[in-house]
Each structure stands twice: as structure tokens, then as C-alpha cells.
């Protein structure tokens, strides 16, 4: 079960050992190594998760898919939460990580989700459109595609989310017809 406070607390005690160090910069690199390692195989988290294999064989394990890839203050965070018996938070304390660090940084990070792929320019132009009329930072556009949305887009930023997608559209029409809204003016 993922606790959010655990890993925000591990993340935060991080963060503060990586600006004493003075490798802030790459503990962040080695997170967002981390984050596409847990994302990309569903293997490797239910490894972490697993409650048969030992703490010693994880700890090889992890090792031997991070060596060379990570920074040694990373591998020794590793090994600790290999130690503590927080292995299984890893991802979600990976993904605390990211999010102060992001937050230290003042970079918001938006999700932009269309029916087809987009392209470059068009990217480059929401970011500096977010920049300039939302007053953000440092924008960092993350782009999905989902082809049920049929048109439009989903913006999604800083607990906010705009949907202007044609599946949207559809279900307000449908619930529209649902209640009956224009029943009361025909009579």
C-alpha cells in the first residue's frame, strides 16, 4: 500500500543530503532513471514489492540494474531503503522526489493529452503560452496520446484540468438529453 508520507519524508531527507553534497543536479537525474525503470518494467515493482525474495537479493538486484547508471549517493540510498525494508516505496518515494524537486526548482509540469500526435513547434508554443499567461516558471510538457478523446485536448497543470476534448463534448450532450433539460420548454 503506498504511503505518501513515508515517501515524501525519505524524499525530502534526500533532497537535503543531495544540496549538502552538492549533487542535487544528479540525484535528479538518477530519479528520473529510476522513475523510467519502475514505469517500464512491471517486473522490476513487483520485485521491490515481492515479500519472498530477501532483502540481500534485491539489494544484487537493484544494484546490478542501477550500476554504473546512477550516482554512488543514489546507490547508498538504495542500499538503505534495501536495508530499512522501504524497497517497495521506491517508486512512490521516486516520484516525491521529483515532485519537491520540481517544486525547489519553481518547474510545473504539464500533461497534455491529444487524439493524435503533435508536433514540435506546436509543443515549443504551449509551453511559452503557459509560461507567458499563467505566469509559470520553468514549463515541462509531457504530451500522451489517447485516441477515445477523438478531438481536442486535456491539459492537465498544478491541480488543474481543462478538458476540451470531443468526448467531452459527447457526454455533456448525452447527459444533456439524460435529464431531459429541453422536455419543460416544449410544452
Do not use: W
Not at 516505496?89 to 500533461?111: C, M, N, R, W
Amino acid at each position: 500500500m503506498p504511503n505518501q508520507r513515508l515517501a515524501g519524508r525519505y524524499a525530502k531527507s534526500l533532497i537535503d543530503l543531495a544540496i549538502d553534497k552538492g549533487q542535487l543536479e544528479a540525484v535528479y537525474a538518477d530519479m528520473l532513471y529510476l522513475k523510467a525503470v519502475c514505469k517500464s518494467s512491471r517486473e522490476f515493482l513487483l520485485l521491490l514489492r515481492s515479500p519472498i525474495i530477501k532483502g540481500d537479493q534485491k539489494n544484487s538486484i537493484i544494484t546490478a540494474v542501477t550500476k554504473g547508471k546512477v550516482s554512488e549517493l543514489t546507490a547508498a540510498f538504495n542500499h538503505l531503503l534495501v536495508k530499512k525494508g522501504r524497497e517497495s516505496d521506491l517508486p512512490e518515494i521516486v516520484a516525491a522526489f521529483i515532485e519537491q524537486y520540481q517544486q525547489l526548482k519553481g518547474i510545473h509540469s504539464v500533461t497534455l493529452t491529444t487524439a493524435a500526435p503533435i508536433s514540435e513547434e506546436l509543443k515549443q508554443a504551449i509551453r511559452q503560452k503557459m509560461q507567458s499567461e499563467r505566469a509559470l516558471g520553468t514549463v515541462e510538457l509531457e504530451t500522451k496520446t489517447d485516441e477515445r478523446l477523438i478531438g481536442g485536448f486535456v491539459l492537465e497543470f498544478d491541480n488543474n484540468l481543462v478538458d476540451a476534448s470531443i468526448l467531452r463534448d459527447l457526454k455533456d450532450i448525452k447527459n444533456q438529453f439524460l435529464r431531459n433539460d429541453y422536455i419543460h420548454q416544449i410544452r
